[in-house]
T-cell receptor, first 110, second 111 residues
Framework: RKEVEQDPGPFNVPEGATVAFNCTYSNSASQSFFWYRQDCRKEPKLLMSVYSSGNEDGRFTAQLNRASQYISLLIRDSKLSDSATYLCAVNIPGTYKYIFGTGTRLKVLA | DTAVSQTPKYLVTQMGNDKSIKCEQNLGHDTMYWYKQDSKKFLKIMFSYNNKELIINETVPNRFSPKSPDKAHLNLHINSLELGDSAVYFC??????????FGPGTRLTVT
């Protein structure tokens, strides 16, 4: 099993739709998780942290499922500007090292 | 107001040359990283420094040598460049290993 896995997509959704991505991780002791957004030819930008209790920021909700070892990102009321690649980052316990997923590509269609 | 900056943004060079990339952060972070993102978009960590001390040193050819003169700066020197070194190199910083903030990237093309 890969350390961190994401469905590469693309997820093609119409404007206004709700879309969710998952990111599975193999190390059950991982404690820190993040979602990043990366636009074409740009750097990854921090979107949100993922807390045990879940985290919501406007249209975005991140959740952690420790039992099944995955994190999720839910985007409600999708906008054209949400089109990007979404990367998850999972901490290696006891280190400052993060493993990034290969990303899930989202295309929001008009 | 740039938080994490890198120079140069683009670097085109020939095989066998030696080149350096510089990174600076003004966030007051104590940890800095170098990542390589290849053509398949996989973002892979190369090195990390915490308070000028090397703490992550992945399996990277020894042609790559990082250097951190202080907490705010992390440079990457690459000797004898090869075609396979072509990629985008990102610098990032964090505080105590939490959320990372990335620089704009250096697009290296080796011909």
């Amino acid at each position: 099993r890969k350390e961190v896995e994401q469905d590469p997509g693309p997820f093609n959704v119409p404007e206004g739709a709700t879309v969710a991505f998952n990111c599975t991780y193999s190390n059950s002791a991982s404690q820190s998780f993040f979602w990043y957004r990366q636009d074409c030819r740009k750097e990854p930008k921090l979107l949100m942290s993922v807390y045990s209790s879940g985290n919501e920021d406007g249209r975005f909700t991140a959740q952690l499922n420790r039992a099944s070892q995955y994190i999720s990102l839910l985007i409600r009321d999708s906008k054209l500007s949400d089109s990007a690649t979404y990367l998850c980052a999972v901490n290696i316990p006891g280190t400052y090292k993060y493993i990034f997923g290969t990303g899930t590509r989202l295309k929001v269609l008009a | 107001d740039t938080a994490v900056s890198q120079t140069p943004k683009y670097l085109v060079t020939q095989m066998g040359n030696d080149k350096s990339i510089k990174c600076e952060q003004n966030l007051g972070h104590d940890t800095m990283y170098w990542y390589k993102q290849d053509s398949k978009k996989f973002l892979k960590i190369m090195f990390s420094y915490n308070n000028k001390e090397l703490i992550i040193n992945e399996t990277v050819p020894n042609r790559f040598s990082p250097k951190s003169p202080d907490k705010a700066h992390l440079n990457l020197h690459i000797n004898s460049l090869e075609l396979g070194d072509s990629a985008v190199y990102f610098c990032a910083s964090s505080l105590r290993g939490y959320e990372q903030y990335f620089g704009p990237g250096t697009r290296l093309t080796v011909t």
